[in-house]
């Protein structure tokens, strides 16, 4: 009887199962490094036009992001191949497009090679006015391959009568616009972009895609979530722009409150100049967000682009820290991307009144604002998105503000996030992974203005992601907009400030 034939080593189950797991570890390894490749890196001409030439080919603009009423609302559109389009305007919260869809002819013209910085130069294509204040969607195309932007209407200086002006950030917007192929933020970044081109962040349907993500968290249906919760109080509110806040301060004197609910982070001098003058007058200032007015950004006159003074030691914190000082905390970069609730400072503040609160409790364990794209989360990131898992961070993070030496001495911290102090993966609170001593947590709180007036800071961008979820900070917000809108005689004695 012959001996059982000897397998070589390399038939040998083992090393097969190893070589086996070799393979399929190089290519998961090799699949997750082209889409970490495609999502961090250029964005540049060619994967852009890449994925305009092969996806959706119709897009457009408009003339501004923020009109007067009266005014007329012009567009221009751009598709291929050319040929009539559906297109429609309504209002947000209407149910059916109003008025009726009409159909238009669209051109084909090619952009110019820069249209990033240069903005594109398409044929008019729509144009009407509307007849009221308030937040307008344009829609253009069938179901299948609808765009849509917005476009909002405030009222002429003379004819406000609502208490609360809310301010769209955006030059944050267009700073991370890349349509075009160049952003502040892709790796063939430019300083110098065009706001004369499609703005995907006002797309108030944006879908939650690999590629959307670094506008998808910071887009307009963030601040969507402020004026729905002002429109449960019962509150009116106008709406306006960064340029508008850029080029005059005059309408917001008008105004009991000026709010800004989302991440602000690109403001010229001017701006800060108005908010001063603001304040001075009486008024109130409100911000929900973090990582405010941290770039020097300046409006290049009758070019339609927007600069942002990114050199060294050129933040508004390093640059005039002082004008900082106004809005009470200002950027703390040493804990970035980390998400915790809020812990309790001091339970006797107004801002807590009925929410049952004490020293030490939590609150904000939830919040929908949360970044978890793969270039953030690496393979965790990767791995909910492939299984279409919805991540939640909580009410302080993503970026987070603090109190520092600008800081005015009468500033009160009712609360403070628990996150710790570094640079982080996108770690949620309780995660094991990291020590959640609060050192790098957004201080929340506010301070009076000599004039009267009260400014809020929640300090945290994933702030108002937390607003649906959480009972706690709905109430606390409620005893601020009631107080910062409410006319002497009405003021609720618990709510009155000590001087």
């Known amino acids: 009887m012959s001996a059982p034939e000897k397998k070589p080593f390399y038939k040998k189950w083992p090393f097969r199962a190893i070589t086996g797991g070799v393979i399929l570890a190089g290519f998961g390894f090799f699949i997750w490094f082209i889409l970490v490749f495609y999502h961090t890196t250029p964005f540049s001409h060619t994967i852009f036009n890449l994925k305009f030439n092969t996806g959706n080919r119709l897009d457009f603009l408009t003339g501004r992001f923020s009109y007067t009423l009266g005014d007329e609302v012009s567009g221009e559109a751009n598709m291929s191949p050319p040929g009539a389009c559906e297109f429609a305007w309504y209002p947000i ?16 013209k090619i952009s110019q090679g820069h249209a990033s910085i240069d903005g594109v130069n398409w044929d008019k ?24 932007r917005s476009i909002v209407v405030h009222p002429d200086t003379g004819q406000i009568t609502n208490k609360i002006a809310y301010i769209f950030p955006t030059n944050t917007w267009q700073a991370y616009n890349y349509w075009g192929g160049q952003s502040i933020y892709t790796r063939n970044a430019t300083d110098v972009v065009s706001t004369n081109r499609p703005l995907e962040a006002t797309d108030p349907y944006l879908k939650r895609t690999l590629v959307n993500y670094p506008i998808y968290y910071q887009s307009i249906s963030r601040d969507r979530i402020v004026l729905k919760f002002l429109d449960s109080l019962g509150l009116g509110y106008d709406l306006y722009s960064d340029e508008d806040f850029h080029q005059s301060g005059d309408w917001m004197k008008k105004y009991k409150a000026v709010v800004i609910g989302n991440h602000s982070e690109y403001w010229s ?51 005039e820290g002082e004008k900082t000082g106004l809005l009470g905390t200002h950027t703390h970069l040493m804990s970035f991307h980390t998400y915790a609730p809020y812990e309790v400072k001091a339970d006797t503040s107004w801002l807590l009144a009925g929410t049952g609160l004490k020293n030490g409790d939590l609150f904000g364990e939830k919040s929908s604002t949360y970044d978890n794209s793969i270039s953030y989360l690496g393979i965790h990131g990767l791995w909910s998105y492939l299984l279409g898992q919805e991540k939640y961070g909580a009410a302080s993070g993503h970026e987070i503000d603090r109190t520092n030496a600008f800081t005015p001495a009468n500033w009160v911290t009712v609360a403070a996030g628990k996150n710790a102090e570094g640079i982080f993966n996108g770690e949620v609170y309780p995660d094991p992974a990291l020590d959640w001593d609060g050192r790098g947590g957004a201080e929340l709180g506010w301070y009076r203005h000599p004039a009267g007036g009260i400014v809020f ?26 107080r910062v809108t409410a006319s002497p005689s009405e003021k609720d004695p618990s709510l009155i400030l000590p001087p």
Request: aromatic share 14%; net charge negative; proline share 6%.
């Open 457 to 482: 800071n929640a300090s945290s961008i994933s702030f108002t992601g937390a607003i649906p979820y959480d009972p706690k900070i709905r109430i606390l917000l409620t005893n601020l907009f009631t």
């Open 125 to 148: 294509t729509f144009n009407f006015r509307p007849q009221k204040p308030g937040w307008y969607v344009i829609r253009m195309g069938g179901e299948k391959n609808a765009v849509y």
């Open 269 to 319: 001098e001017n701006m800060f100049d108005h908010l001063e003058s603001y304040l001075e007058s009486g008024g109130s200032f409100i911000c929900l967000s973090g990582n405010t007015a941290f770039w020097n950004t300046e409006f290049l006159p009758g070019t339609g682009k927007m600069q942002v003074i990114r050199e060294e030691w050129n933040s508004w914190i390093d640059k």
């Open 93 to 108: 919260d209407s149910a059916v497009s109003f008025p009726s869809p009409e159909e238009v002819d669209v051109t084909e």
